[in-house]
């Protein structure tokens, strides 16, 4: 077993060593070939390579963009598809109830490390960590699946790719390839963007559907419309931002929260842990402020060194757009996904205020501001964001669509400002010495103006 193992990493490493035209079909073989244990131990060095998470800039997928290199642009976006073979293997990898890997505390956000050297750990990574035996701290996430009858919470190879293609947006290494804070590329034909968008569709969905359930046994070749909709073949584990009366509402009166794995009311379950672990990641990443005191409601003790880049606001803000798509096609029910749409905006709001807040402080006085600015506009108007089957797809001219009319209904809306309204009135504030500031004589910093003064106007009829 050991002879194979080292053989398909051997085959794996000349894959890596091809051009990208050749590599990706090459990897493909290789894993559609490998036995169960032969995926597992190549599965770390498949991602470390593709992210360049030690200090490397990996398959350099943040400078790939759809009219700058069309065919690479289209073979990285189906490898890399929630429907394509890296998310095939993770289902895969499923499979081993023992199955365990390591990912680094050094890696995780700053305040999530504060809290687990404070003994505080969120519940998402409290039972997650692997102690070191002589110092009795912990030092790295056991992203593992663990098996037990009281079902433990677990991560498994999917949760380790999220964490890798969450921290590749904010890995610092890969900050200095990153010309400045204000670099407006062609930001919609962008690889990254595409996949952080393509990962929220599918997985939050805003269209009534169902996230897909895996099938594990599938081959890792093709690349399918949507996975089947078959059960999958191993319990989930109870997610951590749901109440437990929905989760049990969800799973049936008649029958446990973990009954057997193919008892349909698992289907539910099934569904939301994935969606779960995206929210949780990605915000725990992507909103992440650096080393910051608790926050103050007034506008002093701001740090002066947390500065993201252009693209990461840019991640930002088809992030938080996508959550009110998502928080506003609730339906009402009890389900457990339509449970997390009702919370998704409340559990990280505070968040948002928190980046958006330190992000408008430390910009630079420049047009490129028009980023979080518009970043700010689409947390405090989800009116905006009503009606996510016919929304603009025209990705080349994303804000273009932002300044049309809308009719703001008082009575479903002010609940929300209510529980904002920091984001609205202390932001504001903050505003106002950046306007002083600025040339109004430029066009660029005009429409600025213009498009906060439109916002105002409508929130005057809440």
Known sequence: MAASCENARYRIYNALSEPLEFRVQDIVNVLDQCSNKELQSIYPILLESLFGTNDTYGWNLRNIYSNQHPRDFDLLFRFLHPNGPILKLCYK?????????????????????????????????????????????????????????????????????????????????????????????????????????????????????????????????????????????????????????????????SSPLHSSPAAPQQNNLQEIWRSETIVSVFTDFWLDCGDMEPPTYGLTNIPADFLPSGEHVRVVRNMIKHFHYFSNSASGDMSAMDELKRLVIPSNQGKIYSFLRHTIHNWPLDSSFRLILETWLSFIQPWRYTDYLNKSTNRAHPMDNEEQERVVDRNRWMPFVAENLLSYTIIFQQLLPRFARLDLSTPKNAQMLFRVTKAQQELFSI
């Open 93 to 253: 990898l499923i499979n081993d109830a023992y199955l365990k890997y390591d990912f680094p505390l050094s890696y995780l956000p700053n305040k999530i490390r504060k809290m687990i050297d404070k003994g505080m750990a969120p519940a998402f990574y409290f039972d997650k960590l692997k102690i070191d035996n002589q110092t009795g701290k912990p030092y790295s996430l056991a992203l593992s699946i663990l098996s037990t009858l009281i079902m433990c919470t677990y991560f498994n190879p999917f949760e380790l790719y999220m964490f890798n293609f969450a921290y590749f947006m904010v890995n610092p290494y890969h900050q200095r390839s990153i010309s400045g804070v204000g670099d407006i590329g062609p930001s919609s034909c962008q690889l990254i963007l595409y996949l952080a968008e393509e990962y929220f569709a599918h997985f939050l969905p805003c269209d009534g559907s169902s996230v897909p359930i895996y099938d594990a046994d599938t081959t890792i070749n093709a690349i399918r419309p949507s996975l089947p909709l078959q059960t999958a073949i191993r319990p989930v584990k109870s997610p951590t931002l749901l109440r437990q009366n929905v989760v049990m509402k969800t799973s049936g009166p």
